[in-house]
């Protein structure tokens, strides 16, 4: 008699306050997380990921229920938790919020999982299946020889790209981010023969890599990224794709020459802010270290191969005010930059700045983990030194529409072709300028899609229609 198999679900829960996400699905990327336990799951188990990103979560009978969150998720999470702790079916939580505050994950789960799971999650299933689940679970940062493959078949088949991950960390220190305190302060590798077997794999033809900066830094990660777009080209890879970079992605033009002819059609660089003084203030280095007036000459060596510049920018940073807010949308509309991502700044557990302003009993929204969910980029939910919160609030959402209204986006459309000599540039950065819209206006004054504005049906070939 065949023995029955036990059930593990694995949720991705959705912040349902941001109706952005819900209404522009564009803007996300499969769970890779969930599909790499997915795939370290024995075979005697039934996997399932239920993915909130598309469908809203019903109940289903589980042995095991898992969990990852961001900060702005992990509310949504705690609540589907509940669900099955009242049918004494265990739970386990995950990801990086888990990993930066467990002692509040505890409350809600039955297991944590800090950092990385790779190397204790079949430790866990053990201990599950003799009874013996253990309340905390500490994951080490192992090499990334090997890594293991997501179950891709189990994600959602809307997602509009594929993702693929080449390194994990980041040397950086940077006051806002948590990166380095997750994966890392130095980089892990993946050969790149095993990434290209994984991309021979992804049957999509739009990847995103999800690597904090695809580049590196140095000589060697410039050869390396040359290698992996030579190896893409070779293997005769049909893909499209974007990436994460810091500013010396322009550095080396064999770097570009080869982005460019694998498949590149937008970098997203994190630019922050237009002061040297603010950089320095979050650690920025690089950036600072550069000056504002070379950015300029990145830009213009990015596109001429072709590809198209996502400006990362932060609105309410600590010494921002109106002025220095509208001169940086200024700064914005006037650079050569193709697209614009906006958030406002946000301190995360196990960021600098969270720890800063928790001392300085500066978090005003601090009603956790209920709270959490404001916690998405596009709320004000600390004290500032220059602005009441409304006014802060009100003053970012008027920038904001002076970045994303129809007649700016379509200007930088038209500059975007004359600047990169390349329609699918200007395609992908309209699109994604769309899409950071919807995240920021919440859906509430739609703009139109590139083929209503000009006409032009051949447009909705734009991968964020």
Known sequence: MTERKRKLLLVNPLNTT??????????????????????????????????????????????LVGFTALTSSVTRAYELAALYRENNIPTVIGGIHASMVPDEAERFCDAVVIGEAESVWKSLIMDFEQGKLKKRYHGEMLSMENAVQPARHLFHPEYKFASIQTTRGCPMRCDFCSVHTFNGSTYRLRPIEEVLDELETVEHPLVYFVDDNLIGYGKKSQERAISLFKGIIERGIKIEWFCSASMNFADNDEVLKYAALSGCRMVLLGIESERIDQLKDMNKKLNAKMGIDSYEEVFAKIHHHGISVLGAFIYGLETDTPESMAHRTEYINAASIDAVQSTILTPLPGTGLYKRMEKENRLILNNYPDDWQHYSFAEVVFRHDLMERGEMMREIKENWD??????????????????????????????????????????ERPI??????????????????
């Open 448 to 465: 139109r899609h590139l083929a209503d504005v000009f006409g032009v049906g051949s447009l909705q070939t734009n991968p964020f229609s």
């Open 18 to 63: 941001r109706k952005g996400l819900i209404i522009h699905k564009h803007v996300i990327y499969p769970p890779i997380g969930l599909g790499i336990i997915a795939t370290l799951t024995p075979d005697n188990w039934e996997v399932e990921i239920w993915d909130e990103n598309f469908d809203k979560f019903e109940y289903r009978e589980a042995d």
């Open 402 to 443: 002076r970045l994303y209204n129809e007649p700016t986006l379509k200007r930088k459309f038209i500059r975007t072709i004359k600047q990169t000599k390349s329609a699918t540039a200007g395609i992908w950065s309209y699109g994604s300028n769309l899409q950071y819209y919807n995240l920021a206006f919440e859906g």
